[in-house]
């Protein structure tokens, strides 16, 4: 009986180990930017800038003229500036392209996927919304399969990474924030990881790759943004985004 005892408990614990074993989950198709109505444009001066402007567009439908809304706000960008997230046709092949871990933020044009922060989700917000806690990672070790993932370590179980961002513990800049869809689609080694919208420690501080603004314009982003609008953020050096305005169909900018 002991012995039947034993085995039944080494059937149960190996049982609850492989349930915890879980694969990345392959990314969901991306959302196409023709088929957006809700965008944010950040410019730079330069692309070593490190502070830009930020803007709000809608438009009704497709085919409709982007029209701004709101004020426009400050952001702060990465310590490097802005670096393509791959390299656009006619562009230098000695132009920046966004690395893992080289402190620029991604120039292009990224969705807008899901939100999180510290408190249950608001009820003004209509992303998907997840409620950090001690365990919430966003994963940046680009030898793992969950590179570039937010993921809750107890509930992944196979700890394949040595190296992520713990995300309650960086304190208020992650309060509240908005996963930027780049390096998503599909996600490759090495090109950059974790790049969100966020709160900023100040208006001459520099993020790793992020983009950061004051809480009260990243309240507003939150609550606005609606993902049956297909939101996508724009972000480039003032000049590149000009040159590609018309081709790209985009707002022109004040």
Known sequence: MKAFLVLIALLSFSLVTTAQIKKAEPPSQKPTFNKSAQMIVVTTDDWDSITGTASFYERKSEKGDWKATGDRFPVVIGRSG???????????????????????????????????????????????????????????????????RIVNRMRVGNFDWKSSEKMLAVGTEYELGVFVGYNTFPVEKGRGS??????????????????????????????????????????????AYDSRRKLLRLPKLK
């Not at 974790?194 to 314009?217: P, Q, V, Y």
Request: glycine share 6%; net charge negative.
């Open 82 to 148: 802005l670096a393509w997230s791959e390299l656009p046709t006619g562009e230098p092949a000695t132009a920046k392209i966004k690395q893992e871990g080289d402190g620029n933020a991604p120039a292009g044009m990224f969705p807008l996927t899901s939100s999180f922060g510290v408190s249950s989700k608001p009820n003004a917000v209509e992303m998907p919304y997840t409620k950090l806690d001690q365990f919430t990672e966003c994963v940046d070790d680009p030898q793992s399969g969950f590179y570039n």
């Open 194 to 239: 974790c790049i969100f919208l966020h709160i900023w420690k100040d208006a001459n501080t520099a993020t790793s790759g992020c983009t950061a603004m004051e809480r009260r314009d990243l309240e507003r982003i939150v609550a606005w943004l609606s993902p049956s609008k297909n939101p996508y953020l724009v972000q480039m050096p003032r000049k």
